[in-house]
Nanobody
């Protein structure tokens, strides 16, 4: 049974920062984050492979940074310059080469003054 433990969500003012973490019970080639805002489809935010190859949504490039600690099976998402449009439930995703996807329960990020 794969377990994903997410942390780091919360309420932040526009322009602020948050750091999300997701620890997996086993290792996966790809680790990343998706988000789903109210009334919208779930979308990829960022992903990173074991080798360090990253992929970002255009809307977060230059503001968000994804990283991982392979020894701890943990992925991080540093979110800076947050905007109201970033408000969503953020889900950790892990998979091996695009198959065998596993999802976290989600953590709410609210950007509001």
């Amino acid at each position: 049974q794969v377990q994903l433990v997410e942390s780091g969500g919360g309420l932040v003012q526009p322009g602020g920062s948050l750091r999300l973490s997701c620890a997996a019970s086993v290792g996966f080639d790809s680790m990343g984050w998706y988000r789903q805002a109210p009334g919208k489809e779930r979308e990829l935010v960022a992903s990173i492979t074991t080798g360090g190859r990253t992929n970002y949504a255009d809307s977060v490039k230059g503001r968000f940074t994804i990283s991982r600690d392979n020894a701890k099976n943990t992925v991080y998402l540093q979110m800076n310059s947050l905007m109201s449009e970033d408000t969503a439930v953020y889900y950790c995703n892990v998979n091996n080469y695009g198959i065998m996807h596993y999802w976290g329960k989600g953590t709410l990020v609210t950007v509001s003054s």
